[in-house]
């Protein structure tokens, strides 16, 4: 049984909706004021609210803000209850995250098609969601091992070398033991993408989790980009191969994540791109945007597999033996998308590539 929050300050209203919720099967609890509704839907995680706006003490606004901003309440589905005169107001409602609304006098049925509609939709998405962590499970059992079998394999074979063979110089060990790190470095950046990515797949369905993030994020971001990619550079002995152009903005994204974000550009661009050859990164802003291009003159890829880009393909494995399980540019679209943003991929097989980002700025009010 269904269990459904009426939280409605007029008590004839309130017995009326719950009337017609019982006699419809539902279990249906009562709340006569905004503090009390918040309270019960933290206590009884209803599987549905309908809540009216006008209230003393907390009215539906604040009953709402407070559902979205704590994590057990925060996807619960809620329809407002409305007078005519309150119309107008609504869209301020919508914007909080609520999912329908009635105006006030209702007919019976028209209460119940709303309630359905919100518990099919509700349903529908537990399903999808159920379904896609089904398919990342089992291309994370299929593909993890097989990605984590070459690093393991170079650890153990250069352990081998220096437990039985007693010859090995003081400067062949060292060779050895840059070899172990390289391996064990790689396999650890596997194994906190592969991490990272089913994260956030269970994150973007989250959306209170999603706008708490966005709201909460004001970051001056030139000189976080800029170390970044100076630090990527001088791992992998291309700082002379950088051309830098970038303008200093406020961005509506967390440290960490943009770090993310721009490690895993960086790292594709000189993955795919032969030392000596140059690597752009050219950052401009518009009003509301921030606009960040990672450009290599390197192998490219086609418009096919662009288009295919997903967590688990990895592009001519065989022929240029790259890591990472094609995880990068997944994970920097999925970071990217997050916060509502953009990342696109333009690319000339065997010739040029160009990842375009774009990023909202940070509102001048939060800084």
């Known amino acids: 049984m269904k269990k459904i929050l009426i939280i409605e300050d007029e008590p ?36 549905l609210i309908i809540c009216d706006i006008m209230m003393p003490e ?20 809620l329809i407002f209850l409305t007078a005519k005169s309150d119309r107008s107001s609504l869209r301020q409602g919508m914007e909080f995250g609520a999912n329908d609304y009635l105006t006030k006098p209702f007919e019976p049925d028209e209460l119940l098609r709303a309630i359905m509609a919100q518990l099919d939709k509700q349903s529908l998405i537990a399903q999808n969601t159920q379904a896609k962590l089904e398919e990342l499970s089992q291309s994370i059992t299929l593909s993890l091992p097989h990605e984590l079998h070459t690093p393991l ?21 060292l060779e ?23 994260e956030l797949e269970i994150l973007k369905r989250d959306t209170a989790r999603i706008q708490h993030l966005r709201c909460r994020s004001n970051l001056a971001a030139k000189s976080v980009i800029l170390s970044v990619i100076r630090q990527k550079a001088q791992e992998v002995d291309r700082v002379r191969d950088l051309g830098i152009e970038l303008r200093e903005v406020n961005l509506a994204i967390s440290e960490v994540h943009l770090k993310k974000i721009v490690d895993e550009l960086i790292d594709n661009a000189f993955k795919f791109s032969s030392p000596g050859t140059p690597v752009w990164v050219l950052g401009s802003a518009d009003h509301k945007f921030f606009h960040l291009q990672v450009i290599d003159i390197g192998r490219g890829m086609t418009s096919k597999q662009i288009e295919n880009l997903t967590a688990y393909v990895q592009f001519e494995r065989r022929t240029y033996e790259q890591q990472g ?29 160009c990842v375009h980002l774009t990023l909202p700025k940070a509102n001048e009010s939060s800084r």
């Open 12 to 47: 004839q209203v309130r017995e009326n909706i719950q009337e017609i919720l019982m006699l419809s099967n539902f279990d249906a609890i009562t709340a006569c004021n905004g503090m009390l509704g918040v309270e019960l839907a933290q206590c009884h995680a209803p599987d």
């Open 58 to 77: 907390l009215d539906g606004y604040g009953v709402l803000k407070e559902l979205r901003h704590h994590h057990p309440t925060a996807t619960i589905p």
């Open 153 to 173: 394999n170079g650890i153990l074979g250069m352990a081998e070398i220096l437990i039985h063979d007693p010859g090995v110089s003081a400067e062949e060990t």
């Open 176 to 198: 050895i033991a840059q070899t172990i790190r390289g391996s064990a470095l790689r396999l650890y950046r596997l194994t906190q993408n592969f991490l990272l990515h089913t």
């Open 325 to 353: 399980a094609g995880l990068g540019l997944t994970i920097a679209k999925q970071l990217t998308e997050l916060y509502g943003g953009q990342l696109t991929i333009e690319s000339t097989s065997g010739q040029r590539t």
